[in-house]
């Protein structure tokens, strides 16, 4: 707060009981250790520390009056404690002379006080009660507050001994100072002393009773929590009161009650507040209706924000027409949380600036402080997180000089940290919060205490941070049992289950909400045990989902039983998806369900009647009944129109798009969408019209509209713009729906400059979050247009910006998409290193689900980096990590990417067994149809990789024929999926199965289709592994032969290589991988180069007579076949890359034309050359093959004879056979050798020997 500029503390070091809340001296630290020594009782030690803070500052240059004012009041309740009369008195009227002469009011009530308790240590029963009130840690306003209430309340003996009898010390004290009051004489020092602090304290704000009457104001100052023991001594106040005939004292016992139940049970219809207000009119006391008003108002909130909203109005109404500053603050303030809970943001502002404006001109404080906690809920509402910061910042202030400490503490926790979390400042929440807690701990406030655990808790899931939020909630457990509230401990229990859920450890989950319900059972606690029944349903639904449904169930029989609406809907809802999860019965379960809830909430109320469509229609899209789904959202949406119920009409609407939707209506699903946008419009709510704008700008997006979209993005930002100032909403939607749309209508630039746009806007809001998921939606432009430089460079700025901000998980997330683009760019080991770094940061429990992600990652890089190891340590991690949390979508993908691995590292048949796997999981969930086409693509080439292995095994035949049918059944997807790539891969892989199965011919085929796929993509590697493919398959091309026998001919089919197509492939492939520099494949080359020849040689023994011979080879290929082995992976897989899912939408490549592929043209040469160097000679001519020849005469001396003479005739591609007239030239040898002796001749291969 100190540092914040908007926060004015200079009037912070003037309270007494600061309790080291000032820390800008270390008189203030003395002076705050001194009030917390009193507490102790260790009063000796507190009036060194305040007397040596005195010294210090007297013994300055210039003494601080102010806080030599403090520093007297602390000695005096220093010596009051220790029973030194006379010197207190002289400390504390030395202070208050001290404080006229200052002239600043706060400072001069806090002296008056001190004179007061110092003229109150006369009577035994003060002394008694201020020793309970300085042990509580009571603050200025509180001690304001109560003095006012036992001055003009009325109480006996026997009160005191059974508020002490019940140890209800608040109470004590207040009737202990009561029956003081009372007995002092009027014009006594005492009394003139107490007088003149009320009457500095009113003209501060400091006293705020209301209309309450004083004991009904005690409970609610430290704030009955509804337990047991408190409901009962409340309803025996109030059957006393019946029974005595005491109409309005009954009346103020049964709002009591309702703020029990109402701090107990929140969402529940509380009938006390409509009793006491029945009690109250038929009295005619308008005050106290004002007062009823103002509780009903709240009562209905949760669940009839209508009801309360006009409750509230009416409570302002009457206050105004009492002159009650107070009350109609109080009411309007209310009225703007009913308007919040009705959406209706603009109004909800208006009325609490009304209420803040009437408490400052009343010069009411605390009044105020409330109105602008009210308000800063309202502008949060609106996305206005700098004014609801200054808000709630503001609010803490003015309770922390009134000395509400608990008031500033609640203030810190809830709006301040809310705040500063809206503005994605996680670290800032938490000190707050952390500021909070420590308020609460020192004013020994238990029931605070746990509050404030929890909502620290809260900020520490919310930012990620699971294992501090575990610890604090078992804290909040402690706290609970310790205090005997059953229904914290058990709310305690629940909130570790969910946390144990989002870590994906169910047993652990399971166990807590077991837990919470023993608990709820034992004490007999109904609502407890509701909570705890529905919080396990959720936890069973990972394993048991019939089990889950059942507890379901059960909770929305005991919710109902108790009345409380949102908590039946809840375990409804919970039902429903647990029962649509198990297939067509338990959807069909779910719709009866839903129908039913219908006809029991109908006939209550009409805002029971809506909620109930509207959870009926989501349970029915659920279970698959769309068109009912959307009479239910209509009928829900007629109902709220009735009520005038804002935020419920627009989520109506919501349901009745999102039915339309699954009707497969996307134009109906516009229209209602529509509706939400001139539903703003009539209110005049221009933030709830845009931010509307921007859903139907997604909604057209989503149904293939890009143009439709951008047009509702351009009205949406000029919606933002009336708002005078830049929102993370609308850099959202330029991410969102800007970016893409301008991407499917093929506008790289437009999408470039929309995402600059955004980064500029998170920039101005300081949201470092949100400037990154701009770059990395920039990232995505850069890659769909092919220019992958820019597309890293983006990736390493949103790194940077997320290191800066240290957001863990998003910063991982980064280098995960860093280590995409890496992938994209074929660079798989800056892929791995990429990927390690985000691996490094997923270290927290809760983190599974993206490690699996970033771990696929890993492998993939692995795989394309033929690093087999590394690719399947990475999925079998993966694997692991999805079993163990039960992600079966994810194992699916996990599974994938290990078989994938293990086809790699060449172990088959684990990669057959778990693409088996892969494919059973696959099939049971809503997979789309190219990604199952991948795994029977994965699964066939492990079959042929067996069968390959091992000829001669048994169940080869079984293999190959799966294999065949797999890569069949791959293709048909593939090859009509549009993407050439895929197209390629798909006709190698049934060339592959096809030759393994004998048909050669359609073995041939499609390798040519290969050759040409990968041709058109200017992929040297896949054209130059086609081509190997070609040459395996003329090597076992088939014929037949005729021979005569005695009875009739018969016809035997023998295998006739193909001997000089096969070699000119292979020639093809070997120069291809020669340019593109894949060693690995000229080795491939080389051997099929030997096989061919080996083959050869035996072949001509075999054939006829009568059959053509070609000539021997000549000696610049009668050498032995090369030593080096080609791995097993690439000659199963050829040039197919691992299908890793980038989620990027990558640049369409430029293609050749088929037509232009031919492999028995003349010029194949120079186009194989054209594609296989796209990149890095993209205006290459077609040239004829430089001769080497030349080049050879020159360098003749140097070569042996006999080896330039093989060379020479290996140069000429000459074959001749017997029975055609003249040779034929291969051009494909010449080009080979010619390219072969440019290498071999270059400067840096030559040697002398």
Sequence with gaps: LKDHPSIHLSS??????????????????????????????????????????????????????????????????????????????????????????????LVQASSLLTLAKVHLLADKDAVVALAVLRERGVTLGEMALILSLAQNGKANRSQVEEARRKENRWHEAFLLLSVSLASLPKAGPAAVAVAEFLRAAKQLGLVDGGSYEPGSSIRRLYECGGSAQEMYELARCRDAAKKSGDRQRAG???????????????SCQVAEADE?????SSLGLKSCVAAAQLEVSRSRLGL???????????????????????????????????????????????????????????????????????????????????????????????????????????????????????????????????AGLRLLRSAEDLLGEALALKATANIHIERGDTEPALRLLQEVITICHDTGNVLDEVEGHAA???????????????????????????AGNKLAEARALLCLSKALALKDLPKAAETADAAAVLFKTLGDRQGHLQALRASCVAGCQQGAAGAAAAAVKAEQVIKEMTASDLQAAGEAHLEASHALVLAARADQASKSASAALTIFRQLGHTKAEAMALRSLAHADRARGRPEEAAKAIVEIVSLFKRRGDVQGQANAT??????????????????????????????????????????????????????????????????????????????????????????????????????????????????????????????????????????????????????????????????????????????????????????????????????????????????????????????????????????????EAHLLQASSLAKLGIAERDPQAPSRQKHVKEALQEAKAAARVLCRCGDRRAEAEAYWCLAKANLEAGNVDSAAEDSVKAFKSYATLRDGSGAGWAALLLASTCLRSKGRQQSAEVSHLVQEEITIPDVKQALDAVLNAHSTFRRINDEEGQEAALQLLAEIRATRDGAMQGLPQDMPRPRPLPAAFSTPPPSQAVSEYRVLVGARYPPCRTGFILAKPALLDLEDIEPSSENKPALLQKAAKPDAEPALKETAPRSALASLDNWDKRFDRKVWHNVKATTSGLWEYPDMGQPEQNVHSAEFVNSWLEELLAPEHLKDE
């Design 252 to 266: 103020w016992a049964l709002l009591d009650i309702a703020s029990a139940k109402l701090s107990q049970k929140p």
């Design 304 to 434: 009839r924000p209508v009801e309360a909203l006009q409750a509230a109005q009416a409570s302002a109404l009457a206050f105004k027409e009492l002159h009650s500053v107070s009350g109609e603050s109080a009411a309007q303030s209310a009225s703007a949380l009913a308007h919040l809970a009705l959406g209706q943001v603009p109004e909800a502002i208006a009325s609490a600036s009304a209420a803040e404006e009437n408490a400052r001109k009343g010069g009411l404080r605390r009044n105020t402080a409330e109105a602008l906690l009210t308000a800063s809920s309202c502008h949060l509402a609106a996305g206005e997180q700098g004014r609801a910061l200054q808000d709630a910042l503001e609010a803490a202030a003015i309770l922390r000089e009134v000395g509400d400490s608990r008031g500033e503490a609640f203030a810190l926790l809830f709006e301040v940290a809310s705040a500063y979390m809206a503005k994605m400042e996680g670290d800032l929440a938490l000190k707050v919060a952390s």
């Design 496 to 522: 570790v289950a969910r946390i144990r859920l989002s870590r994906n450890e169910a047993e652990e989950a399971e166990s807590s909400a077991q837990a919470g319900l023993a608990l709820a059972k034992e």
């Design 694 to 931: 921007g859903e139907l700008a997604k909604a057209y997006l989503e149904g293939g509209l890009p143009k439709e979209a951008l047009s509702e993005v351009g009205e949406a930002r000029l919606l933002f713009q009336r708002l005078g100032k830049a929102t993370s909403k609308e850099g959202m939607l330029l991410i969102d729906v800007g970016i893409p749309a301008h991407m499917a209508l093929d506008d790289p630039p437009k999408a470039v400059a929309l995402a600059e746009e955004a980064v500029n806007i998170f920039r101005s809001l300081a949201n470092r979050l949100g400037e990154a998921q701009a770059f990395q939606a920039s990232v995505k432009v850069c890659v769909q247009k092919g220019d992958l430089n820019s597309a890293l460079q983006v990736a390493r700025q949103s790194c940077a910006v997320l290191a800066r901000a240290r957001l863990t998980r998003e910063e991982a997330e980064a280098h995960h998409v860093t280590a995409k683009v890496h992938l994209v760019r074929l660079e798989p080991r800056e892929a791995v290193a990429s990927a390690a770094q985000a691996l490094t940061l997923l270290r927290r429990p809760g983190d599974e689900k993206s490690r699996v992600d970033v771990l696929e990652t890993a492998s993939w890089a692995h795989s394309m980096a033929a690093e087999p190891e590394g690719a399947v340590g990475a999925a079998d991690e993966a694997v692991a990590i999805c079993r163990r949390i039960g992600d079966r979508r994810r194992l699916v993908t996990s599974l994938q990417t290990l078989a994938e691995a293990q086809l790699v590292k060449a172990t088959f048949r684990k990669a057959m067994d778990t693409v088996t796997e892969a494919l059973a999981l696959c099939r049971q969930a809503d997979f789309e149809p190219r990604f």
């Design 276 to 280: 006491a207000l029945t009690i109250f």
């Design 12 to 105: 912070s070091s003037h309270l007494p009981f600061a309790r080291g809340l000032d820390w800008m001296t270390a008189s203030a630290v003395l002076i705050g250790r001194s009030a917390a020594l009193l507490r102790q009782d260790e009063a000796a030690a507190a009036l060194e520390c305040a007397e040596e803070a005195l010294d210090e500052i007297r013994a300055s240059f210039v003494p601080e009056k102010a806080s030599e004012i403090s520093a007297l009041c602390a000695c005096a309740d220093a010596f009051a404690a220790l029973g030194q009369a006379e010197k207190s008195l002289s400390s504390a009227t030395e202070a208050c002379t001290l404080s006229k002469n200052l002239g600043d009011e």
